[in-house]
């Protein structure tokens, strides 16, 4: 497995020396991965965006966008990314659970960030293996579904919404939903009306009309025989290897 490690630090000799600190970690526990540094929020974001990012670690204090904001607008595509803040700035040690970091991290306590940094890594393997994680791409965006809360998507003219058991959108972004089920086929996903995606996980029962969800509310089937002969298909497909 390799990994894509984004590191994001205005100071440029800190960041190189992060950069340094990172690889050497990584080379003493024999992982692969590809680490990429940002001297600014501008780039870093825009980049984080459009490729897939296993670690993202940031410093706090950035000009132009703050390593919070920065942090922020990665999240409304990918919630569950993981953060490590590296600062100088301990007082906002606090203020940093707000965006649910991984860890926080001191500049001035960076030997820290081995046990931090494999201690991550060995969750991200765990998760990578049970496959809870599903990135997709939409319209050159990087979009991440966690099988496991997203119960469906539904399109709604140009936008795609994610919404949860509890029918909260858990994500909004411009996409094409069938070229998001293309993505979504192989994870448990089936395609059942022209305006939504279902998550076999949330499926309480599958009529040819109607598909009723865990939470009881229920999704109507389109008339396109040939789509509901596929879902049904996928779906027992999905049923018979939980089994196994």
């Known amino acids: 497995m390799k990994l894509t490690i984004a590191i994001c630090d205005d100071e440029v000799t800190f960041l190189d020396d992060l950069y340094n600190r ?24 825009n980049y ?5 990012v296993d670690i993202i670690l940031a410093d706090i204090d950035i000009p132009d966008k703050d390593g919070f904001t920065a942090v922020k607008e990665l999240q409304e595509q990918q919630p569950d990314i993981p953060v490590i803040f590296v600062s ?8 940093s659970f707000y965006y649910n970091p991984f860890q926080f991290v001191s500049k001035a306590d960076l030997d820290r960030l081995e ?33 496991n809360e997203v119960m469906y ?3 709604d003219r140009n ?48 009529e040819r009309k109607k598909v009723v969800l865990a939470n009881n509310s229920e999704i109507k089937g389109t008339r396109n025989t040939d ?18």
């Open 22 to 45: 990172v690889e050497q970690i990584v080379s003493k526990y024999n992982y692969k991965c590809n680490i990429i540094e940002f001297d600014n929020s501008g780039e870093f974001t």
């Open 48 to 52: 984080c965006k459009k490729n897939i």
């Open 88 to 95: 100088a700035h301990e007082e906002l040690a606090y203020q």
């Open 115 to 147: 046990h931090v940094l494999i201690d991550l890594i060995q969750k991200i393997e765990r998760r990578k293996q049970q496959k809870d994680i599903v990135h997709i791409e939409a319209e050159g965006n990087i979009v991440d579904i966690n099988v």
């Open 153 to 155: 998507l539904k399109s």
């Open 159 to 206: 936008y795609i919404m994610a919404y949860n058991e509890n029918e909260n959108v858990l994500l909004k972004f411009r996409g094409i939903l069938k070229s998001i089920y293309a993505q979504l086929s192989d994870s448990g996903f089936i395609y059942t009306h022209k305006s939504y995606i279902i998550n076999c996980r949330f499926i309480q029962n599958f």
């Open 227 to 244: 789509i509901i002969d596929e879902a049904q298909k996928l779906y027992g497909k999905f049923m018979r290897e939980l089994r196994w």
